[in-house]
């Protein structure tokens, strides 16, 4: 019977402790990114990656369109990041990067589907070199685990004084300080 007041009791207390804390404050709906080409959460389809196709050469996956909503006043640039959250690099604590492109005009709404892959782009946005190319690279993550590919769009205050031989460290060390907002979409694939 103590043991049943005495939980009865932590309880009260508890709830009490609780009523009298106030609520966090919750951030108001930002920047939010979407794809014509995926749901997000949604399965990336096959011309965004670099499944085997029949004659069993990879094809050159092409890069899904992307548009985003909800862009802070202030914004001068845009930095992309897609990445595999379920793989780690060389032993290490770092996970797959499949596309870097930063100094993405502010004005900017949208990326095109099949992105060139260049190091820069007509309009200013730069793309560094990303493990073996420039430019979106498609997953490929092995059956029969989902892989998680997270796309995100940053917004800036300002543009970012770097080349296309920066690499993400370089990137983010480089955003710090400046970010308005941030959106992003999830897409999943195994081959």
């Not at 709404?109 to 498609?138: E, K, M």
């Not at 997953?139 to 690499?167: C, M, N, Q, R």
Request: proline residues 8%.
């Amino acid at each position: 019977m103590k043991r049943i007041l005495l939980a009865a009791g932590l309880l009260a207390l508890a709830g009490t402790a609780m009523a009298q804390t106030p609520p966090l404050p919750i951030k108001a709906v930002g920047m939010t990114l979407s794809s014509s080409d995926f749901q997000d959460g949604g399965i990336l389809p096959d011309q965004f990656t670099s499944k085997v196709n029949v004659a069993g050469q990879p094809p050159k996956a092409i890069s899904p369109a992307l548009s985003w909503t909800g862009t802070p006043a202030g914004t001068q640039s845009f930095v992309l990041i897609m990445h595999d959250l379920d793989v780690q690099v060389g032993k290490g604590t770092t996970d797959n990067l499949h596309w870097l492109a930063f100094n993405i005009p502010g004005t900017a709404t949208s990326l095109p589907q099949n992105v060139p892959t260049t190091p820069t782009l007509a309009d200013g946005t730069v793309q560094p070199l990303n493990r073996t190319a420039y430019g979106f690279q498609g997953p490929g993550a092995p059956a029969p685990i989902y892989h998680h590919y997270v796309f995100e769009i940053w917004a800036l205050d300002s543009k970012l004084a770097l080349t296309d031989s920066a690499s993400r460290e370089d990137v983010l060390k480089a955003m710090d300080g400046h970010v308005l907002d941030k959106g992003m979409a999830v897409a999943r694939f195994h081959r």
